[in-house]
């Protein structure tokens, strides 16, 4: 089990940038698929971005692609998203997570379950 804690959110206004952090302890992001998801008020938690297991595969809700990139740093033990362009409608809760199941790809990350590791999640909110 592995014990994850978001940073990095807050508010900013709409095209600005943030870049959330995940630190890990308890185990190490190698060999495993790590994601990002968002719960915005009112709705359902969504996928919004994942990393596989050796962190050389990316995939991206179409909502993010081209604006958010996940990436990891393993000495660090530490996933990241970098969010540029901001739109008021990526109001939410950004919750960090990895799964329990070795060698997992980037894509299995968009149908992790409430059995793998999740943090408890940073806020943010983009003004118009």
């Known amino acids: 089990q592995v014990q994850l804690v978001e940073s990095g959110g807050g508010l900013v206004q709409a095209g600005g940038s943030l870049r959330l952090s995940c630190a890990a302890s308890?185990?190490?992001?190698?060999?495993?698929?790590t994601g990002w998801f968002r719960q915005a008020p009112g709705k359902e938690r969504e996928f919004v971005a994942g990393?596989?297991?050796?962190?050389?595969?990316?995939y991206y809700a179409d909502s993010v692609k081209g604006r958010f990139t996940i990436s990891r740093d393993i000495a660090k033990n530490t996933l990241y998203l970098q969010m540029n362009s901001l739109k008021p409608e990526d109001t939410a809760v950004y919750y960090c997570?990895?799964?329990?199941?070795?060698?997992?790809?980037?894509?299995?990350?968009?149908?992790?379950?409430?059995?793998?590791?999740w943090g408890q999640g940073t806020q943010v909110t983009v003004s118009s």
């Open positions: 990393i596989n297991w050796s962190g050389d595969s990316t």
């Open positions: 308890g185990r190490t992001f190698s060999n495993y698929a």
């Open positions: 997570a990895a799964s329990r199941r070795l060698f997992t790809t980037a894509e299995s990350v968009a149908v992790m379950s409430p059995d793998d590791d």
